[in-house]
């Protein structure tokens, strides 16, 4: 008995002295990844795609919710004719709300939702109000240039309306 209250002892004095260490490197990763999306809206605003990409591994790539994947490659020529064909008529805002970030070593998990509003021409040509929201979990490593996105999954569509109007996303 005398040794598995010994025990139990030392183990609440081992959690008890790294709970802060955790805290700290949690409080620094939140600041340093809050500031990597920050500047990923201001790259946003300004439509530097090639800088958005710099974010990204070579291997990078997403999940989108109906299980399909975009490579780098076709998201760089996807927002690339997004940007330049006038199919984004006006930003009206766009930001990331960090909901989660879990360290693995060299890998940091974020969960954030990406709020975004703006004008865009939809498929009948004409400009529409559109709101789209949705929550993904961004795989992040460690490289020797800092911290570079391998993988978004779409997690879950919180938002999607045009012209204030609910629409269901397309999800099988």
């Known amino acids: ?9 030392t183990l609440w004095v081992i959690v008890v002295s790294t709970a802060p260490a955790f805290g700290v490197v949690n409080k620094r990763l939140r600041k340093e990844f809050k500031a990597l999306y920050a500047k990923q809206v201001e790259l946003g605003k300004a439509r530097d795609v090639k800088a958005l990409m ?11 919710l109906d299980g399909s994947t975009v490579s780098r490659k076709q998201l760089e020529q996807g927002m690339t004719r997004y940007f330049t064909s006038g199919q984004l008529v006006r930003q009206l ?12 070593g060299e890998e940091v998990i974020v969960l954030v939702e990406q709020k975004d509003k703006r004008i865009q021409k ?16 961004d795989t992040w490593v460690k490289t020797a240039g ?8 779409e997690v879950k569509q919180t938002r999607f309306t045009v012209d204030d109007k609910p629409v269901e996303p397309k999800v099988p």
Do not use: C, Q
């Not at 008995?1 to 002892?9: G, P, R």
């Open 54 to 64: 710099e974010f990204n591994t070579p291997d990078y790539s997403v999940k989108l």
């Open 1 to 9: 008995m005398k040794t598995f209250v010994s025990f139990l002892l």
């Open 146 to 153: 800092g911290w570079k996105r391998r993988l978004t999954e």
């Open 93 to 104: 805002s766009f930001s990331y709300s960090l909901m989660r970030i879990t360290s693995t």
């Open 122 to 137: 939809r498929r009948d040509g004409k400009p529409h109000k559109v709101e789209a929201n949705v929550i993904h979990r």
